[in-house]
């Protein structure tokens, strides 16, 4: 069973930055990919960042040049690295591991707070 932990949620003013961390607990460089999702109240969750095995990133279009994804393999930890936030960025946020067709692994999620 894959273990998922995120850490470094919390409350910060609009404009600050936080950076989120994804435990994992086994390598995830067995993982196809690596992603960020976020769930607001009343809203879907989305899809914020993700990042490949090899390193390629995606971004959703309201982050990008703000938010970066990075992998540290050795580590077993993806970062979430959030600059310029907003208080339309406040949500849970969730680490989703992919590997091939098996069902994806979701961590039980950080709460952001963005203050106007």
């Known amino acids: 069973q894959v273990h998922l932990v995120e850490s470094g949620g919390g409350l910060v003013q609009a404009g600050g930055s936080l950076k989120l961390s994804c435990a994992a607990s086994?390598?995830?460089?067995?993982?196809?990919?690596m992603a960020w999702y976020r769930q607001a109240p009343e809203k879907q969750r989305e899809l914020v960042a993700g990042?490949?095995?090899?390193?390629?990133?995606n971004y959703v279009d309201s982050v990008k040049g703000r938010f970066t994804i990075a992998r540290d393999n050795a580590k077993n930890t993806v970062y979430l690295q959030m600059n310029s936030l907003k208080p339309e960025d406040a949500a849970v946020y969730y680490c989703?591991?992919?590997?091939?067709?098996?069902?994806?692994?979701w961590g039980r999620g950080t709460q952001v707070t963005v203050s106007s």
């Open positions: 989703k591991a992919t590997r091939g067709v098996l069902p994806a692994y």
């Open positions: 990042i490949s095995r090899g390193g390629s990133t």
């Open positions: 086994e390598s995830i460089f067995t993982f196809d990919t």
